[in-house]
Protein backbone atom coordinates (compact mmCIF):
# COMPACT_ATOMS: atom_id res chain seq x y z
CA UNK A 1 0.00 0.00 0.00
CA UNK A 2 0.86 3.38 -0.85
CA UNK A 3 0.50 6.62 1.65
CA UNK A 4 -0.27 10.06 -0.61
CA UNK A 5 -0.24 12.62 2.46
CA UNK A 6 -1.44 16.01 1.31
CA UNK A 7 -0.21 18.99 3.66
CA UNK A 8 0.06 22.69 3.03
CA UNK A 9 1.87 25.44 4.24
CA UNK A 10 -1.08 27.64 6.56
CA UNK A 11 -4.35 27.22 6.54
CA UNK A 12 -6.67 28.46 3.94
CA UNK A 13 -5.10 26.92 0.91
CA UNK A 14 -8.30 24.75 -0.18
CA UNK A 15 -5.95 21.51 1.43
CA UNK A 16 -9.03 20.11 2.45
CA UNK A 17 -10.91 20.62 -0.84
CA UNK A 18 -8.73 19.26 -2.96
CA UNK A 19 -8.32 15.93 -1.04
CA UNK A 20 -12.11 15.79 -1.22
CA UNK A 21 -11.69 15.66 -4.82
CA UNK A 22 -8.85 13.49 -5.27
CA UNK A 23 -11.11 11.09 -2.83
CA UNK A 24 -13.64 11.24 -6.08
CA UNK A 25 -11.15 10.81 -8.71
CA UNK A 26 -8.53 8.08 -6.87
CA UNK A 27 -9.68 4.04 -7.84
CA UNK A 28 -11.93 2.35 -5.04
CA UNK A 29 -9.45 0.41 -3.99
CA UNK A 30 -8.79 3.61 -1.39
CA UNK A 31 -8.61 4.69 2.63
CA UNK A 32 -9.09 8.33 3.70
CA UNK A 33 -7.18 9.65 6.53
CA UNK A 34 -8.21 13.05 8.06
CA UNK A 35 -5.37 13.84 10.10
CA UNK A 36 -6.33 17.63 10.44
CA UNK A 37 -7.58 16.83 13.88
CA UNK A 38 -7.20 20.15 15.22
CA UNK A 39 -10.18 21.82 12.43
CA UNK A 40 -11.19 18.38 11.23
CA UNK A 41 -13.51 19.53 7.71
CA UNK A 42 -12.88 16.53 5.77
CA UNK A 43 -16.35 15.03 6.74
CA UNK A 44 -18.36 18.16 5.59
CA UNK A 45 -17.65 17.25 1.83
CA UNK A 46 -17.69 13.39 2.10
CA UNK A 47 -20.54 12.87 5.16
CA UNK A 48 -19.08 9.71 6.38
CA UNK A 49 -21.51 7.22 8.23
CA UNK A 50 -19.84 6.33 11.16
CA UNK A 51 -19.49 2.35 11.98
CA UNK A 52 -16.96 2.57 14.82
CA UNK A 53 -16.03 5.35 17.61
CA UNK A 54 -13.77 5.34 20.67
CA UNK A 55 -12.84 7.88 23.45
CA UNK A 56 -8.87 8.83 22.61
CA UNK A 57 -6.76 9.02 25.66
CA UNK A 58 -3.63 10.87 25.13
CA UNK A 59 -2.57 12.69 28.17
CA UNK A 60 -3.38 12.51 31.71
CA UNK A 61 -4.60 15.60 33.64
CA UNK A 62 -4.39 16.37 37.55
CA UNK A 63 -7.58 16.94 40.10
CA UNK A 64 -7.14 17.52 43.69
CA UNK A 65 -8.94 15.94 46.58
CA UNK A 66 -10.21 18.90 48.73
CA UNK A 67 -10.42 16.38 51.67
CA UNK A 68 -7.25 15.54 51.67
CA UNK A 69 -5.25 18.86 50.67
CA UNK A 70 -4.19 20.87 53.34
CA UNK A 71 -3.31 24.19 51.15
CA UNK A 72 0.34 23.32 51.55
CA UNK A 73 0.80 25.64 48.36
CA UNK A 74 3.49 23.32 47.11
CA UNK A 75 1.50 22.60 43.84
CA UNK A 76 1.12 26.35 43.26
CA UNK A 77 5.07 26.39 43.76
CA UNK A 78 5.97 24.13 41.59
CA UNK A 79 3.38 24.85 38.75
CA UNK A 80 5.02 26.50 35.86
CA UNK A 81 1.54 26.64 33.57
CA UNK A 82 -0.31 28.80 36.62
CA UNK A 83 -2.99 26.40 36.66
CA UNK A 84 -3.57 25.43 40.67
CA UNK A 85 -5.36 28.14 42.31
CA UNK A 86 -7.07 28.72 45.53
CA UNK A 87 -10.43 26.94 45.39
CA UNK A 88 -13.91 29.02 46.43
CA UNK A 89 -14.09 28.08 50.11
CA UNK A 90 -10.44 29.79 50.54
CA UNK A 91 -8.94 26.28 52.17
CA UNK A 92 -7.96 24.46 49.58
CA UNK A 93 -6.45 24.45 45.96
CA UNK A 94 -7.96 23.27 42.80
CA UNK A 95 -6.90 22.75 39.36
CA UNK A 96 -7.29 24.24 36.09
CA UNK A 97 -8.39 21.68 33.53
CA UNK A 98 -8.06 23.63 30.42
CA UNK A 99 -4.41 25.10 32.05
CA UNK A 100 -3.30 22.11 32.72
CA UNK A 101 -0.63 20.44 30.82
CA UNK A 102 -0.54 17.04 32.46
CA UNK A 103 3.28 17.35 33.48
CA UNK A 104 2.64 15.58 36.93
CA UNK A 105 4.96 17.50 38.88
CA UNK A 106 2.09 19.05 41.60
CA UNK A 107 1.44 15.17 42.46
CA UNK A 108 5.01 14.13 42.82
CA UNK A 109 5.94 16.91 45.22
CA UNK A 110 2.59 16.69 47.09
CA UNK A 111 3.34 15.91 50.43
CA UNK A 112 -0.20 15.14 51.51
CA UNK A 113 -0.75 12.77 48.38
CA UNK A 114 -4.05 15.27 48.04
CA UNK A 115 -3.02 15.16 43.96
CA UNK A 116 -4.53 12.27 41.78
CA UNK A 117 -2.34 12.15 38.13
CA UNK A 118 -5.35 10.48 35.54
CA UNK A 119 -5.60 9.23 31.95
CA UNK A 120 -7.67 12.23 30.10
CA UNK A 121 -10.25 11.88 27.65
CA UNK A 122 -9.02 14.50 24.54
CA UNK A 123 -11.24 13.91 22.45
CA UNK A 124 -12.90 10.76 19.72
CA UNK A 125 -12.08 8.89 16.66
CA UNK A 126 -13.78 7.45 14.42
CA UNK A 127 -13.84 4.53 11.57
CA UNK A 128 -16.65 5.65 8.90
CA UNK A 129 -18.25 4.74 5.70
CA UNK A 130 -17.97 7.20 2.84
CA UNK A 131 -19.13 6.99 -0.77
CA UNK A 132 -15.42 7.11 -1.97
CA UNK A 133 -14.47 4.56 0.61
CA UNK A 134 -13.58 4.05 4.37
CA UNK A 135 -12.56 6.94 6.21
CA UNK A 136 -10.81 7.38 9.22
CA UNK A 137 -11.52 10.72 10.97
CA UNK A 138 -11.09 12.44 14.92
CA UNK A 139 -12.51 14.93 16.53
CA UNK A 140 -10.25 16.54 19.23
CA UNK A 141 -11.75 18.78 22.29
CA UNK A 142 -11.51 21.75 22.96
CA UNK A 143 -8.37 23.44 24.06
CA UNK A 144 -7.00 19.78 24.01
CA UNK A 145 -3.62 18.98 23.27
CA UNK A 146 -1.86 16.07 22.12
CA UNK A 147 -2.93 16.35 18.33
CA UNK A 148 0.25 14.79 16.99
CA UNK A 149 -0.37 11.57 19.10
CA UNK A 150 -4.28 11.53 17.96
CA UNK A 151 -2.77 12.15 14.04
CA UNK A 152 -0.65 8.93 14.66
CA UNK A 153 -3.85 6.66 16.03
CA UNK A 154 -5.92 7.94 12.88
CA UNK A 155 -2.80 6.69 10.65
CA UNK A 156 -2.38 3.91 12.49
CA UNK A 157 -6.08 2.92 12.37
CA UNK A 158 -6.69 3.75 8.94
CA UNK A 159 -3.63 1.18 7.69
CA UNK A 160 -5.06 -1.53 9.80
CA UNK A 161 -8.76 -0.63 7.55
CA UNK A 162 -6.74 -0.82 4.28
CA UNK A 163 -4.72 -4.05 5.56
CA UNK A 164 -8.19 -5.61 6.69
CA UNK A 165 -9.97 -4.53 3.38
CA UNK A 166 -6.85 -5.50 0.78
CA UNK A 167 -6.78 -1.52 -0.36
CA UNK A 168 -3.42 -0.03 -2.06
CA UNK A 169 -3.75 3.55 -1.61
CA UNK A 170 -4.17 5.77 1.42
CA UNK A 171 -4.81 9.44 1.10
CA UNK A 172 -4.26 11.91 3.96
CA UNK A 173 -5.61 14.84 4.79
CA UNK A 174 -2.69 16.43 7.26
CA UNK A 175 -2.36 19.26 8.98
CA UNK A 176 -1.39 22.82 8.50
CA UNK A 177 1.61 24.30 8.99
CA UNK A 178 4.98 22.44 10.35
CA UNK A 179 3.97 21.83 13.84
CA UNK A 180 3.78 17.88 15.91
CA UNK A 181 0.70 16.92 13.77
CA UNK A 182 2.55 17.97 10.39
CA UNK A 183 5.07 15.57 11.55
CA UNK A 184 3.66 12.84 12.87
CA UNK A 185 1.40 12.67 9.28
CA UNK A 186 4.65 12.84 7.51
CA UNK A 187 6.55 9.94 9.26
CA UNK A 188 6.54 6.44 7.31
CA UNK A 189 4.88 8.09 4.54
CA UNK A 190 5.48 7.79 0.21
CA UNK A 191 4.71 10.71 -1.11
CA UNK A 192 3.44 14.36 -0.09
CA UNK A 193 1.78 16.97 -2.32
CA UNK A 194 1.72 20.29 -0.33
CA UNK A 195 -0.95 22.90 -1.48
CA UNK A 196 -0.04 26.48 -1.61
CA UNK A 197 -1.59 29.55 -2.73
CA UNK A 198 0.29 32.71 -4.94
CA UNK A 199 0.44 35.07 -2.23
CA UNK A 200 3.13 36.07 -0.28
CA UNK A 201 2.42 34.42 3.29
CA UNK A 202 1.73 30.93 1.20
CA UNK A 203 4.93 31.60 -0.60
CA UNK A 204 6.59 31.75 2.95
CA UNK A 205 4.93 29.04 4.95
CA UNK A 206 5.73 26.80 1.59
CA UNK A 207 9.14 27.40 1.78
CA UNK A 208 9.08 26.64 5.81
CA UNK A 209 7.27 23.07 4.86
CA UNK A 210 9.74 22.19 2.36
CA UNK A 211 13.07 22.60 5.06
CA UNK A 212 10.58 20.47 7.38
CA UNK A 213 10.09 18.10 4.15
CA UNK A 214 13.73 18.15 3.33
CA UNK A 215 14.75 16.74 6.38
CA UNK A 216 12.26 14.03 6.39
CA UNK A 217 13.82 13.24 2.69
CA UNK A 218 10.05 12.17 1.18
CA UNK A 219 9.53 12.50 -2.37
CA UNK A 220 7.21 15.81 -2.86
CA UNK A 221 4.53 17.81 -5.21
CA UNK A 222 3.59 20.88 -5.10
CA UNK A 223 0.08 22.14 -6.35
CA UNK A 224 -0.65 25.51 -6.64
CA UNK A 225 -4.56 26.18 -5.57
CA UNK A 226 -6.39 29.51 -6.57
CA UNK A 227 -3.23 29.99 -8.98
CA UNK A 228 -4.82 33.07 -11.32
CA UNK A 229 -4.97 35.36 -8.45
CA UNK A 230 -1.40 36.32 -9.61
CA UNK A 231 0.39 34.60 -12.42
CA UNK A 232 3.77 36.13 -11.43
CA UNK A 233 3.73 34.76 -8.38
CA UNK A 234 2.44 31.13 -9.30
CA UNK A 235 5.33 31.50 -11.65
CA UNK A 236 8.02 32.07 -8.99
CA UNK A 237 6.35 29.29 -6.46
CA UNK A 238 6.38 26.98 -9.41
CA UNK A 239 10.55 27.34 -10.63
CA UNK A 240 11.00 27.71 -6.37
CA UNK A 241 9.80 24.05 -6.34
CA UNK A 242 11.84 22.98 -9.67
CA UNK A 243 14.97 24.12 -7.59
CA UNK A 244 14.20 22.66 -4.63
CA UNK A 245 13.63 19.08 -5.98
CA UNK A 246 9.67 19.16 -6.28
CA UNK A 247 7.38 18.10 -8.80
CA UNK A 248 5.13 21.01 -9.94
CA UNK A 249 1.59 19.11 -10.91
CA UNK A 250 -0.68 21.66 -12.08
CA UNK A 251 -2.30 24.67 -11.35
CA UNK A 252 -6.17 24.98 -9.83
CA UNK A 253 -7.79 28.52 -10.91
CA UNK A 254 -9.92 30.21 -8.59
CA UNK A 255 -13.79 29.07 -9.06
CA UNK A 256 -16.99 30.07 -6.97
CA UNK A 257 -17.60 26.58 -8.33
CA UNK A 258 -15.62 25.11 -5.31
CA UNK A 259 -17.89 26.56 -2.73
CA UNK A 260 -20.87 26.33 -4.36
CA UNK A 261 -20.13 22.56 -4.58
CA UNK A 262 -19.19 23.01 -0.42
CA UNK A 263 -22.50 23.72 0.44
CA UNK A 264 -24.26 20.92 -1.26
CA UNK A 265 -21.59 18.43 -0.01
CA UNK A 266 -20.30 17.41 -3.15
CA UNK A 267 -16.11 18.05 -4.28
CA UNK A 268 -16.02 20.16 -6.71
CA UNK A 269 -15.31 17.42 -9.22
CA UNK A 270 -18.69 16.08 -8.38
CA UNK A 271 -20.15 19.40 -9.29
CA UNK A 272 -20.19 19.29 -12.51
CA UNK A 273 -18.16 20.50 -15.49
CA UNK A 274 -15.71 23.69 -14.51
CA UNK A 275 -12.65 25.12 -15.22
CA UNK A 276 -11.22 24.35 -11.37
CA UNK A 277 -12.66 20.73 -11.64
CA UNK A 278 -10.77 19.94 -15.02
CA UNK A 279 -7.68 21.24 -13.53
CA UNK A 280 -8.12 18.99 -10.45
CA UNK A 281 -8.64 15.89 -12.60
CA UNK A 282 -5.11 16.93 -14.42
CA UNK A 283 -3.15 17.04 -10.93
CA UNK A 284 -4.77 13.80 -10.04
CA UNK A 285 -3.47 12.46 -13.18
CA UNK A 286 0.02 14.19 -12.80
CA UNK A 287 -0.22 12.89 -8.98
CA UNK A 288 -1.40 8.78 -10.22
CA UNK A 289 1.66 9.10 -12.44
CA UNK A 290 4.25 10.42 -9.68
CA UNK A 291 3.07 7.31 -7.27
CA UNK A 292 3.23 4.34 -9.64
CA UNK A 293 6.85 5.92 -10.22
CA UNK A 294 7.85 5.21 -6.55
CA UNK A 295 7.97 1.49 -7.42
Not at 194 to 219: A, C, I, K, Y
Request: aromatic content about 6%; proline content about 6%.
Amino acid sequence: MKELVVISGKGGTGKTSVVASLATLAPPRTVLADCDVDAADLHLILSPTIRHREDFVGGSRATIDPSLCIACGQCVQYCRFDAIHPAPDGKTYQVDAIACEGCGVCERFCPAEAIDFSPAVNGEWYISDTRYGPMVHARLGIAEENSGKLVTLVRKKAKETAEAKGLDLMITDGSPGVGCPVMASLTGADAVLLVTEPTPSGFHDLDRVVDLLQRFQLPAMVCINKADLNLELTAQIEAYAMKRGLQPVGRIPYSPAVTEAQTVGLSVVEYGDNEAASSVKAVWERVAQFIESLN
